[in-house]
């Protein structure tokens, strides 16, 4: 099963299947750990993810479900945040080490690579509580499939057919108002609400991919790229938020310096590329994308 509606299939059966196999595949994920329980984290997380997307898509319909689990998962996923956050601020940072514009800066930016290195390092060792974290995340995830077996929809084509033409209209609609906000402020929050909705978009294409293969995944692949850049703008404000707190992170002034300019230069590139990328991804209007959903569907599902 991939994440994807079958247009044939009773939407009802195949959207309990979908969202349980995102639980079972994060449950597995953080009983095997293959890779470690930190990597396991990371890849449940973006089982999560996915849910959340796919819960948001049929909010209309079932608006009290959607809130709840909402909720839910959105709370396991916090309570396996901070040692992956701090993970992820290592590789922002090294990221930036890469895009350095001469050696003076590479020099600095690699103290603060070093520096939250061993933040990330300490705050693994201290994380005595993570097995108990994980025990309770995998317990919260059967509840969760407990809920969804209670889930179900008109599965009558059009009535889908409507349940997701409402759902895509409202997910670009989010995203309209959010690009907007973007070109108005360069202020992080406007542009890591796009990110969520530039992810959302993502996802419910990768729903849809069965009732145009080649072009939803072309579009997938754009907003994928839109999602990347919003990501590394998102970790430079996580970034700089967290000098402001502990300057000692960036190391002396001088090193203050750089990285303040590195992510200051850099911060302005992504903005653009950003804003660039999502006039892109999202240059038709929600109502006339949705109606195309809605045909595309209607034609699938015979």
């Not at 639980?23 to 973006?46: C, F, N, S, W, Y």
């Not at 929050?189 to 991919?209: T, V």
């Not at 502990?246 to 992504?270: E, F, K, M, W, Y």
């Not at 006039?279 to 015979?302: K, N």
Request: proline residues 3%.
């Amino acid at each position: 099963m991939t994440y994807a509606f079958e247009p044939g299939r009773p939407f009802s059966e195949d959207f309990r299947t979908i969202a349980a196999e995102q639980l079972t595949q994060a449950v597995m994920k953080l009983e095997d750990r293959p890779d470690g329980v930190h990597e396991a984290i990371h890849d449940a997380r973006k089982n999560f993810k996915r849910l959340r997307s796919l819960y948001r898509l049929v909010a209309a319909d079932v608006p009290l479900f959607q809130k709840h689990e909402n909720a839910r998962i959105r709370d396991m996923a916090r309570n396996l945040s901070t040692v992956r956050d701090a993970a992820a601020l290592v590789e922002n940072a090294h990221y930036l080490k890469a895009a350095a514009c001469n050696e003076e800066e590479e020099r600095a930016l690699a103290h603060v690579c070093e520096r939250l290195t061993t933040r990330r390092d300490r705050i693994t060792a201290s994380a005595t509580d993570i097995e108990d974290r994980v025990a309770a995340t995998i317990v919260r995830c059967e509840q969760a499939l407990q809920a969804l077996s209670q889930v179900t929809f008109d599965d009558r084509r059009r009535k889908t057919a409507d349940r997701l033409t409402k759902g895509w209209r409202r997910t670009l609609r989010r995203a309209k108002r959010a690009r907007q906000a973007c070109s108005e402020t360069s202020e992080a929050p406007a542009f890591h609400e796009l990110r969520k909705r530039a992810q959302d978009y993502r996802m419910h294409l990768g729903l849809m991919h069965a009732v145009w293969p080649s072009a939803l995944q072309a579009k997938r692949a754009e907003a994928k790229a839109l999602v990347d850049t919003l990501g590394h703008l998102n970790d430079l404000a996580v970034m700089t938020q967290l000098i402001n707190e502990d300057p000692g992170l960036a190391g002396n002034s001088q090193d203050q310096a750089h990285l303040i300019a590195a992510v200051i230069d850099r911060q302005g590139s992504l903005r653009k590329h950003a804003l660039d990328l999502a006039a892109e991804v999202f240059q038709e209007e929600p109502d006339d994308e949705s109606r195309t959903i809605r045909l595309l569907w209607l034609d699938a599902a015979r």
